[in-house]
Each structure stands twice: as structure tokens, then as C-alpha cells.
């Protein structure tokens, strides 16, 4: 099977020029001003398109048991979804249960996605046990197994959080074992007394989400786990970066070259505090961690993408229905579970207030949403661009479509969108997986169980194009 994609303006994280691509099988093998000898089964005219690498999402949740409910989407809404939006890769988290091994955590989660994959994926295991579960000499195995980041939250106490002696024995493993060090960092002790608090005073509505969690409690931890990762010599990440007390550790370290990384979420960019404060229990549609801050902190955050100080922008996707999950929280907000929706929506938000806005370059823009997430997560060059030899993720992106978003029209289970009526311009049109059409005329073309597990290379390390 070959498809030749002809004459659009050909975008990666370096260049931008007018081109064909040539795909044979599940890989780009040609790619050329004009290649008008070249006979294929399957001509897709992208003339006046944008031809982008498929973009990949470094941060969700898809079936995630949390705040007592389990996300609504699952492998197979999470990836139709996503594959809607032009993503077509995408690194989840398995969950350590407290008391089991990582290889019982890893296979469950494998188990959840087989036969319903429509995108590629890797995982990340989150630690949360290393005294009765996963030992370190087990947490030292996964990178073999294509498993080559470990993630710890900071927060969440008497659930996911870890003390700082497992978060530095875990980074201590993989400084030995050349995986990243993923954090969610907020300081979770701290907020735990600031809620027990508010509901002592009887604080009940979704707004003391974020009252009681403040944005210095994120960059404290943020300080904290880049201090702790110098001294175990453990490269880190910092996911869902929120506030500008978070950015200026991170922007601190960049600066003096140490091995230091941070993504922010599409939602930060766009949704502010005053969301949370919507009548009518509306506000808990905003409940995630860390909360939307106050509006200043945007123009930080874009600033932070456009600069490096951040090189990534994730979804966290991790959506809990309004009506029916959020709802657990309706007389207290602390039960409220955390997280958002956003598989869908983060290239046509990036595309329209990123570049349409002229904050960022088109260029900027594939960096922030593939190739540096490919390139950090040990998935470049087979993801995470347009080079002969990578897959052929590719996106064909019409730039003048107009758009609406709306929840009624999207293809994840949630009952919301953070972002509902927003007019974008620019969605994309078709979306190919390893040389398979997964999106065409706004209908799915492709069944659940294409998308594969990604076995990926260490923080550093390149991924060999695949052999099919
Ligand atoms: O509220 C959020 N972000 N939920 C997902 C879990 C996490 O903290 O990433
Ligand atoms: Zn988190
Ligand atoms: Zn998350």
C-alpha cells in the first residue's frame, strides 16, 4: 500500500516548504519538490494544506481508576478522539497500585488497551509504593522494557503522593538507568492542611480548589524536585507546569544548563481562576491540578513555550463526566475528582491563539506538540517528524476551515469541553497512522486495534525506525 501526499506546505520543528510525500507501507520513504513519476495507490491532494508529524501527546489518563470513579474515556474513546485532534501518539500513565509489583501494574494497563488501540502509545509508570510493591531493582528493569520514564506526584496525600525519600530513591534509579524522572509537583502536605481547613470553615464550593492549593505550594516542589534531581544526578521533567512560581525555578535552571525540562497543558493557556467560580456546581468542569490560576500567569506561560524555558504542551487528558463523576464533589470539593478533557482540541487551540495569534511560529508550534515531546520521550525520529524512515504519522491540517468546538461534535465520552464554542480556523482533514488513513472526511477510517505499544529508547536515546 503506498500513498503519495502532493504539493502541501511540508512543516516540522526546522523547515517549512512546499512538497511531496511519498509512503509506502507503514513508513515516509520519499519526500521531494515533486515527485511526478512516482506511482501510488492513493494520491491525497494537499494543495493549500499544512502536511504536520502527527503530533504526540506526552500527558494522559485513559481509564484511570482516581478520585474515586475511573476516567471516562477509555483506551479506545481516548485514542478516537485524539486521532480527531492529529494526535497519533500518545504516553500514558500506568498506576502503581499501592502493594503491587510494576510487572502486575504493567500488564494490567496492557490489558486495558488490547484490541482497542487506534493510535500508537507508550507508557510511563507512576511510583507509588517502592516499600511493600516495586522494588528498585524492578523499577531498574522497565527501561528494557520500553518503559524509560517514572513519574511521582508530589501531591494528592493518602493517595498517590510519595515522601521525598521515594522520590529520591527513584531518582537515583534512573540516573543509573537513563530514565526520566517525571514530577507533579506541588507540595502535598501543605495543601492537605489548607483543605482540612477550608472544610473546617465550611468551604465547600469548587472555587477552594484552588484557594487551597497555591501557586507557591507548586513552585515549591518544583524547587524542591529540581534541588533533589541534582543530587541524584537524575534528569527531570516537570509535568503541568501552571503558574509563574513554577516557571521561574525551571527558567533558573535552563539557565544554567542543567537537565531540566517542563511542559505546560493546553488548558493553562486559556482557562483562569474565575472558571472555578461559575454558579450552578459549573466550576467543578475546571477542577484539575494544579488549578486554573489567575489570568496573569498566561502571558507567563506563553512566554515560557516560546522561549524553551517550557518545551512541551500536553492535554492531561483525564475527564470525569460533569454529570455523574464530578458531581461526587457537589457538597465538598475536595471529593471533586481532579482533572479535564482536551485529547481533541490542543492543536486547533495552539494553532488559533499559538500562531494564528502570532505568539508562536508554525515551526514552534510542531515542536512544542511532536518533536520535543518525541525527542524527550525516547520516540524521535520514528515519531515526532516528517524525515524518510519515520513513520508516516502524518496530519493533512486545513489552515482556512473554520471550526466550532463544541462537546455535542467531539468523539471523547465527556459531557463538557473546557474550550465549548471557541471558532477556531484550521482542523485537521486527514490523519494517517504508520501509513493507514485513521481519519478521512470527518469519519473514523480505521478500526480499534491498529494503534500498537511503542517500546521506547532511554532520555537521550534515539528510536530506530521500525523494520516493516
Ligand atoms: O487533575 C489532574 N491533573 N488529574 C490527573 C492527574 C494528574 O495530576 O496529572
Ligand atoms: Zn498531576
Ligand atoms: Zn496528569
Known amino acids: ?53 502527527g503530533c504526540v501527546d506526552p500527558h494522559t489518563h485513559l481509564d484511570m481508576p482516581f478520585g474515586g470513579t475511573v476516567t471516562i474515556d477509555d483506551v479506545e474513546s481516548g485514542q478516537i478522539a485524539a486521532a480527531f485532534g492529529g494526535t497519533t501518539c500518545h504516553v500514558d500513565f500506568v498506576i502503581q497500585p499501592q502493594g503491587a509489583t510494576f510487572a502486575a501494574a504493567l500488564d494490567e494497563w496492557k490489558g486495558k488497551a488490547a484490541g482497542k488501540q487506534v493510535i500508537d502509545m507508550g507508557y510511563h509508570m507512576a511510583v507509588t509504593d517502592l516499600r511493600e510493591g516495586g522494588t528498585l531493582e524492578e523499577l531498574a528493569s522497565l527501561p528494557d522494557q520500553g518503559v524509560t520514564s517514572y513519574k511521582l506526584f508530589m501531591a494528592y496525600k493518602g493517595a498517590l503522593m510519595v515522601d521525598d525519600e521515594t522520590l529520591f530513591r527513584t531518582m537515583q534509579v534512573a540516573a543509573e538507568t537513563g530514565a526520566l524522572v517525571m514530577v507533579h509537583a ?34 515549591e516542589a518544583t524547587n524542591r524536585a529540581i534541588q533533589l534531581a541534582r543530587v541524584a544526578g537524575a534528569s527531570l521533567y516537570v509535568v503541568h507546569v ?21 511542559e505546560t497543558c493546553t488548558q493553562y493557556l486559556f482557562v483562569d481562576y474565575t472558571f472555578l467560580e461559575r454558579p450552578d456546581f459549573e466550576g467543578a468542569k475546571y477542577v484539575y491540578t494544579p488549578p486554573p490560576r489567575d489570568k496573569a500567569n498566561q502571558e507567563v506561560l506563553w512566554n515560557a513555550v516560546r522561549t524553551d524555558v517550557l518545551s512541551a504542551i500536553s492535554t492531561d487528558h483525564c475527564a470525569f463526566l460533569w454529570d455523574g463523576q464530578k ?82 461534535e467531539h468523539h471523547s ?44 529508547a532511554r532520555f537521550g536515546d534515539t528510536l530506530a525506525p521500525g523494520t516493516e
Not at 244 to 262: Q, S
Not at 415 to 440: A, F
Open 327 to 408: 458531581t461526587l464533589g457537589k457538597d465538598d470539593f475536595s471529593k471533586i475528582p481532579n482533572g479535564g478533557p482536551g485529547l481533541e482540541n490542543r492543536l486547533h487551540m495552539i494553532h488559533e491563539f499559538g500562531v494564528r495569534a502570532g505568539r508562536i511560529t508554525l515551526n514552534r508550534m510542531v515542536e512544542l506538540l511532536c518533536t520535543n515531546p518525541a525527542k524527550l520521550f525516547g520516540l524521535y525520529p520514528r515519531k515526532g517528524t516528517i524525515a524518510v524512515g519515520s513513520d508516516a504519522d502524518l496530519v493533512v491540517f486545513d489552515p482556512e476551515r473554520r471550526h466550532t468546538i463544541k462537546a455535542s
Open 413 to 456: 465520552k465527556i459531557d463538557y469541553n473546557l474550550y465549548e464554542g471557541t471558532e477556531v480556523t484550521g482542523t485537521p482533514e486527514t490523519v494517517l497512522l504508520r501509513g493507514h488513513v485513521l481519519v478521512e472526511d470527518g469519519r473514523l477510517a480505521a478500526k480499534p486495534g491498529i494503534g500498537q505499544f511503542v517500546e521506547r
Open 1 to 53: 500500500m503506498s500513498i503519495l501526499i502532493k504539493g502541501g506546505r511540508i512543516i516540522t520543528a526546522a523547515d517549512d516548504y512546499v512538497g511531496d510525500v511519498y509512503v509506502e507501507g507503514e513508513r515516509i520513504t520519499l519526500i521531494g519538490a515533486s515527485l511526478d513519476d512516482v506511482q501510488a495507490d492513493t494520491t491525497i491532494d494537499a494543495s493549500g494544506k499544512y502536511v504536520l508529524p
Open 242 to 262: 501552571s503558574c509563574e512560581e513554577a516557571v521561574h525555578p525551571i527558567a533558573v535552571a535552563r539557565e544554567k544548563g542543567w537537565d531540566v525540562w517542563g
Open 186 to 219: 506541588e507540595n502535598g502536605d501543605a495543601i492537605d492542611v489548607l483543605v482540612k481547613e477550608a472544610l473546617a470553615a465550611g468551604n465547600t464550593e469548587p472555587k477552594y480548589h484552588a484557594l487551597t492549593r497555591p501557586p507557591e505550594t507548586e513552585g
